[in-house]
């Protein structure tokens, strides 16, 4: 299956507040046709998807500004009625022998180390918009049927 072309049409939300890594991510799902939003602040961040309306998926940094953390959102977005059924992916320079169980455990669906590999990347959102799971950087395409 070509993962990539499951981005395509897609509505993507980033939640990451460095601007380079958020603009590397956002360039490369836009590449695959995806509609994207990115929030680097993490204030009223489901507001913000609300506003974005009918999100597909979205990529949540862990380490955010002003005392909140990936989590703390995630939790929101799971107690809310309108977001719990959006899945929710790490994309983190976070300790992955750390997080990535922590990540797993709380429910996300999956974890994806940074710096990001830009030739996966897409096609990494892409399985992971086709059902599967993603949990860490080593991705074969063709593992996923």
Known sequence: MNFLMSVAGKRIFIVEDNAGNGTIMKILLQAAGAKVFVDRFAINTLQ????????????????????????????Q????PEFAHIPVVVV????????MNKARAKGFRGYIPKPINNQ??????????????????????????
Do not use: C
């Open 48 to 75: 913000r998807i609300h506003e974005a309306e009918n999100i597909d998926i979205i990529l949540m940094d862990l380490m955010l500004p002003n005392g909140v953390t990936g989590y703390d959102i995630y939790d």
């Open 77 to 80: 977005l799971q107690t809310n």
């Open 92 to 99: 983190s320079a976070s300790d992955p022998a750390i997080e």
């Open 120 to 145: 996966h990347f897409a096609k990494m959102i892409g399985a992971i918009l086709e059902g599967h799971t993603v949990w860490g950087e080593e991705f074969n395409e063709y593992d996923y049927h």
